[in-house]
């Protein structure tokens, strides 16, 4: 089975322009998660879905900051406009809550390296 | 307060040796979710155990194994017989209150493990 499909892998972009990141989560799972990774601010929990409904987004940083997740194979995190201080790598992770017993684990896709300059 | 600390920046082991890396957590709540994943350089995320509060034995998968003390506080990470694969950074995270619809996850700043041959 494919994992989580992130794309683009990388993306290089100007100050003030808008940047669009997108994720396939596995098939089947019910929860979606986005992660920035930062050297200073370590793995930061951006926001997160179940059942495609946002749930937690106390975790996005300000209002430039915007997701969606339209249906349960596909979700966007969009950055408008975009400035340096986001660059990073963004992770979007997927999970079942369905099974019983699960240790609900969260499955990382390989995440987007964005370049801000 | 950090919620999880991670104490050592990095560690050194020589291959086929075990080691220990540390992970304290703090949470009022009786019912948690603990977890380490595993970052290789190449910068995917992956899932390696999970420890959840009410278990009674600690978690084993394959060479990984949990020390688990729960006085403590304390979810070290135990690899045995080291392999220059295992060379990665090693981030503990944890899920509370476990259980409901709150899956999100507080991760440490991680720690550095380099294997020697």
């Known amino acids: 089975d494919a994992g989580v499909i992130q794309s683009p892998r990388h993306e290089v972009t100007e100050m003030g322009q808008e940047v669009t990141l997108r994720c396939k989560p596995i098939?089947?799972?019910?929860?979606l998660f986005w992660y920035r990774q930062t050297m200073m601010r370590g793995l930061e929990l951006l926001i997160y879905f179940n059942n495609n409904v946002p749930i937690d987004d106390s975790g996005m940083p300000e209002d430039r900051f915007s997701a969606k997740m339209p249906n349960a194979s596909f979700s966007t995190l969009k950055i408008q406009p975009s400035e340096p201080r986001d660059s990073a790598v963004y992770f979007c992770?997927?999970?079942?809550?369905?099974?019983?017993?699960?240790?609900?684990?969260?499955?990382f896709g390989p995440g987007t390296r964005l370049t801000v300059t | 307060a950090q919620k999880i600390t991670q104490t050592q920046p990095g560690m050194f082991v020589q291959e086929k040796e075990a080691v220990t890396l540390d992970c304290t957590y703090d949470t009022s709540d009786p019912s948690y979710g603990l977890f380490w994943y595993k970052q290789p350089s190449s910068g995917e995320m992956i899932f390696l155990i999970y420890q959840g509060s009410y278990d009674q034995q600690n978690a084993t998968e394959g060479r990984y194994s949990l020390n688990f003390q729960k006085a403590r506080k304390s979810a070290n990470l135990v690899i045995s017989a080291s392999q220059l694969g295992d060379s990665a950074m090693y981030f503990c995270a944890m899920r509370e209150p476990y259980g409901g619809s709150n899956y999100k996850l507080t991760f440490g700043k991680g720690t550095l493990l380099t294997v020697n041959p």
């Open positions: 992770a997927s999970m079942t809550s369905l099974g019983r017993g699960s240790s609900y684990e969260q499955y």
């Open positions: 098939s089947g799972h019910n929860s």
